[in-house]
Structure formats: C-alpha cells, structure tokens
C-alpha cells in the first residue's frame, strides 16, 4: 500500500458507502411509490417522482453521491498515476 494515495481511497470508500446508501433509499421509495398504484395499472419507465417530492429529493441526493464518487476515483485514478510516473522517473538508470 502506498500511504500518500490512503487519503484518495478513503475518500472513494466514504463517497461509494454513501452512494450506497442513497441508492438503496431510493430503491425502497420507488417501491413503496409503486405500491400504490394497482398491479396492471403500474407506470413504465424510471420513476423520479414530482419536484419537491421525497422520491425526487432522493433520486437527485443518489445522483449527486455518483457524481462525486466518480470525481473521487477520477482523482485517485490521476494520484496513482502520477506515483507510477514518479517512479517510473526514479528508476531511470544513470549515465
């Protein structure tokens, strides 16, 4: 393991926990939205509820989490190439 990148994990791990969470609360309120509908009379599609709602709080909360895991593992994706590079330099032999 590399100490200078467990800063850049931790943060992928705390924001993909978060995602998580929010993506299983979002889950469970599409379905209790669609309980109330009857079982032949079910919406198709995605269901993101009205502005303002529970549902649509939810979903944009769920999405706002993925986006910033995916910039989290976009930045520790960049530090740990940065530290190949850097070693990569320092192997280099001398002349």
């Known amino acids: 393991m590399r100490p200078d990148l467990d800063p850049r994990r931790r943060a992928v791990f705390i924001f993909y926990q978060r995602y998580q969470e929010l993506d299983r609360a979002?889950?469970?309120a599409q379905r209790d939205a669609l309980s109330w509908f009857p079982s032949g009379a079910r919406p198709k599609g995605l269901l993101i509820g009205a502005p303002g709602s529970k549902l649509r709080r939810l979903y944009e909360q769920r999405d706002?989490?993925?986006s910033q895991l995916e910039a989290a593992q976009r930045k520790f994706d960049?530090?740990?190439h940065r530290h190949a590079l850097r070693?990569?330099?320092l192997a280099l032999p001398s002349a």
């Open 26 to 28: 979002w889950q469970r």
């Open 64 to 66: 706002r989490a993925r």
């Open 78 to 80: 960049e530090a740990r």
């Open 87 to 89: 070693i990569t330099v």
